[in-house]
């Protein structure tokens, strides 16, 4: 081989990497180096535990893994069991591919109070990653506040908002299913601190929030426009039109008796997360948006909430050896490269948006600048690997290993679920002994 790239984090940007790697040069090695021993960052730990199909491309991610010039370090961190400057030394070319897994800051009083937790913590509990397995949020309330009009947020509120049978078919964590399944959860409030028009979440999401079993959206009729003002695409104002279309079928829904309500509230910025020594509410502004950007009005209102989860975006987190914008929490690149020799792709290069196959044509662009970067690679790769992580006693978790904790967890699924995921580290490895 003349070309050996180390792929570090095993998510969509890194998989798609190592697809576009393989398929752009004969001649290259690629090892993808992952800190957990599962694979597929945000397909396994972020998408919705309920939203199964999106998850199918692990498919595709599991057939690269296989091929013969790639392969499979999990449970190896760079960082703690390998720096960076190592890595390189062993490699011609790194690829940094290791996400935005840092929730950006709720900065209001307040914010920081016992029973706020942002989204990348809380997505990660409900799906048993194991960072998050024992976070224990408080769930037991009657009101929970989601703070952010994303798809993250509508996940969220979603998930709070299902049955128990509803979440049967989903790979959710147990401890997670019975806290929600027996929690007091009556309302759910989605605050946007802009307008209906301005929401990111997507049709399908938004629609599926009037499809629950024992859960009725709730919108204020009157702050859903006639018409979709201001510049943009057609495309843009078609979609935009969709999702008023869909709130407005919400303010007609009728004659529902249900447990839970989930509250599009809009026009509403949080000022301060109110309670002594932990949440009881939330203080919000009431907004306008002028020139696209929410402007307070100085009317408030506050809600009685035990639980507020800040889904407003994800930040990078630095990586020891490569320079950080911290800023804008992400590393800088020219289209991907750092410099000849360090590359990165996915959110970690362009920040937190986007949906998974938005890291495909990251992936080609690095293969091609890495291609040409370095025409023959000289350094060892893979064996100076091995070498130094047996040196160091680090027992890495192979792609069959990971196979053998993948069929173990689809074994143990309950009924009607396609698997019953471990949530630490220590249940993973536990298969393998
Ligand atoms: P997002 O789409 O950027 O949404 C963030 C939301 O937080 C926006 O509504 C934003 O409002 C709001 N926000 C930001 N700062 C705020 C503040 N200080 N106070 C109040 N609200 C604030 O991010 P995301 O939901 O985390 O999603 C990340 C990416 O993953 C997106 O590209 C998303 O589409 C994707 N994703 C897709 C799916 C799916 O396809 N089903 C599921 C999950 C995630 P403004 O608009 O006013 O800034």
């Known amino acids: ?35 957990l021993p599962a694979p597929y960052g945000l397909i396994r730990g972020g998408v919705a535990p309920d939203h199964q199909t999106t998850k199918n491309v692990a498919r595709n991610f ?24 190592e890595l390189r030394g062993m490699y011609d070319a790194v690829v940094l591919a290791t996400g935005a897994p840092l929730d950006r800051p709720l900065t209001i009083p307040g914010g920081d109070l016992p029973g706020v937790i942002g989204s990348a913590d809380f997505v990660g509990w409900y799906n048993g990653h194991p960072d998050f397995s024992d976070l224990e949020p408080p769930i037991d309330q009657a009101g929970v506040a989601v703070i952010g009009n994303g ?36 309302d759910v409030y989605m605050f946007g601190r802009r307008g209906p028009v301005e929401a990111k979440f997507t049709n399908v999401e938004l629609r599926e929030m009037g499809e629950l079993a024992d859960c009725v959206p709730v919108v204020d009729p009157d702050v859903l426009p006639e018409t979709i003002d201001g510049e943009m695409s057609d495309r843009d104002r078609r979609l935009k039109a969709k999702n008023i279309e869909t709130l407005r079928g919400f303010t007609e829904i009728t004659g529902r008796t249900t447990t839970k309500r989930v509250h599009f509230v809009f026009h509403a910025a949080p ?19 002028v020139d696209g950007r929410a402007v307070g009005t100085g009317a408030f209102f506050e809600i009685d909430c035990g639980l507020v989860l800040p889904a407003i975006g994800y930040r990078s987190a630095p990586v020891d050896g490569a320079p950080f914008n911290d800023d804008y929490g992400l590393i800088d690149s020219n289209d991907g490269r750092v410099e000849p020799g360090l590359y990165v792709v996915g959110w970690i290069k362009r920040g937190p948006t986007g949906v998974i196959a938005t890291n495909r044509p990251d992936g080609k662009q690095v293969a091609e600048l890495i291609a040409g970067d370095i025409p023959n690679g000289d350094k060892p790769g893979r064996a100076a690997l091995e070498a130094a992580l047996g040196e160091k006693g680090v027992a890495w978790v192979s792609f069959a290993d ?17 698997r019953r995921k471990f949530t630490t580290i220590t249940d993973m490895l536990a298969v393998l002994d």
């Open 271 to 289: 000022v301060e997360v109110l309670g002594e020594d932990r949440v009881t509410g939330l203080r919000l502004e009431r907004t306008k948006v």
């Open 151 to 186: 798809n993250v947020a509508i996940d969220i509120a979603r998930v709070l908002s299902k049955t128990r049978a509803e979440l049967a078919p989903a790979d959710i964590a147990d401890y997670a299913l019975e806290a929600i399944a027996a929690a007091p959860i009556t």
């Open 1 to 35: 081989m003349t070309l050996s790239v180390a792929i570090v984090g095993s998510g969509p940007s890194g998989f798609y990497t190592a697809d576009a790697l393989y398929r752009g040069r004969e001649d290259c090695q690629i090892d993808i180096i992952e800190r």
């Open 62 to 85: 599991e057939k690269t893994a296989l091929r013969d010039r790639v392969r499979y370090y999990g449970h190896v961190c760079i960082g703690a069991d390998l720096s960076l400057a």
């Open 402 to 418: 990971w196979q053998k904790i993948d069929a173990a967890e689809i074994a143990a699924a309950p009924d009607g679920a396609p």
